[in-house]
């Protein structure tokens, strides 16, 4: 098996591990939480909260691809 065969093996253990996805799951929510207990003056501090919601979908996207494109590794 090449080297690229096992990392995509590797990679569909981590993005399919229920550990995993239940820490993304947890990160999620706390973003979200997090966002409705900012007040209307915490505009940034909610951006915030928007945008590391959005990196934990990028970074389970991007993981999940390279896991089952051939052509990626």
């Known amino acids: 098996m090449r080297d690229s ?9 981590i993005v399919e591990d229920p550990h995993f996805l239940e820490a993304i799951a947890r990160v999620k929510a706390d973003c979200v939480n997090n966002w409705r207990t900012t007040t209307d003056d915490q505009a ?12 934990a979908d990028e970074l389970v996207s991007k993981l999940t691809n390279l896991a089952h494109d051939p052509t990626s590794l």
């Not at 065969?5 to 253990?13: F, G, H, Y």
């Not at 940034?44 to 990196?55: G, I, K, M, N, T």
């Open 5 to 13: 065969e096992l990392n995509r093996d590797r990679l569909r253990q």
């Open 44 to 55: 940034e501090l909610r951006e915030s909260y928007y945008y590391l919601d959005q990196a």
